[in-house]
């Protein structure tokens, strides 16, 4: 069995369009339409999602994934998280807590915010276990093990964190990669970066900044994502070179 890497959602943090139906400067077509951000692995019989959006279930149901056995969270914010709760029915499916991987702040976040899905309330049962990163940690399923590098990289204010795991980098929450940990950006078969808007922004990758990173890792192929309402698929697409491609809800591929 072929392993798979997908891309859930490739949305900004409000996804496109905004509830208001603000569309900015897309085109119609269903590439524009972008859910948060949030990607699913899966290794063999080992299903690993990293972050659960807002937008999880409809996610989990459009891209027919039917199990999950580990989250790993890039940072705290809502549009990572808040879809936590969509996460019971596998608790209940597979009988054991859900095991969810993050920095010590981020679980540290998530205790707080989602506390009663780490402890009991009201009668209700928790359905997570939350284990602390280290720089290198495993998950295994059987005889499957998907090995993952954690590295910190700089998001505004916070630090959210970079996941590397087969040749596949995955950033989607950055505006700053720190010199020392470029050097798990070598050699990558994908990297998945965030690239938020033409214009800069003070807790995301501009495309120059999102250009600039390319160029000094240079990955066999990089996918740009966390998309605003002003990237256009087609128009970006046009202006970039052929092993970079702006991502698109539902973008798979095999490895
Ligand atoms: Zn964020």
């Known amino acids: 069995m072929k392993n798979k890497f997908t891309i859930l959602g490739c949305g900004s943090s409000l996804g496109s369009p905004w509830i208001t139906n603000y569309k900015g400067n897309l085109n119609k077509s269903s590439k524009n339409i972008r859910t948060r951000c949030c990607a ?9 999602l990293i972050d659960s959006s807002p937008d999880i279930k409809n996610q989990f149901l459009k891209n027919k994934i039917k199990n999950l056995d580990s989250i790993i969270y890039t940072h705290e914010h809502a549009d990572q998280t808040a879809g936590i709760f969509e996460m019971r029915p596998f608790y209940w499916k597979n009988k054991i807590k859900i ?7 981020t679980i540290r976040a998530l205790k707080k915010t989602y506390r009663y899905c780490f402890v009991e309330e009201q009668g209700y049962k928790p359905i997570m276990k939350a284990k602390i990163i280290n720089k290198n940690f495993s998950i295994k399923k059987n005889s499957t093990k998907l090995s993952i590098k954690a590295f910190d990289v700089t998001h505004g204010l916070i630090k959210s964190t970079g ?11 950055c505006n700053k990669v720190p010199q020392k940990n470029l050097k798990y950006l070598k050699n990558l078969n994908y990297l998945i970066l965030d690239c938020l808007k033409f214009n800069r922004h003070p807790s995301h990758f501009n495309l120059d900044e999102a250009l600039n990173l390319i160029k000094i890792t240079k990955p066999k192929k990089a996918i740009l994502t966390n998309l605003h309402t002003d990237l256009d698929y087609f128009e ?7 092993n970079i491609i702006p991502a698109y809800d539902g973008l798979s591929f095999s490895y």
């Open 40 to 48: 699913h692995i899966q290794k063999g019989n080992l299903s690993v």
């Open 99 to 105: 095991p969810i991987y993050g920095s010590r702040r």
């Open 163 to 173: 996941y590397l795991m087969d040749k596949i980098a995955y950033i989607s929450d």
């Open 236 to 242: 970006l697409k046009k202006m970039l070179p052929k």
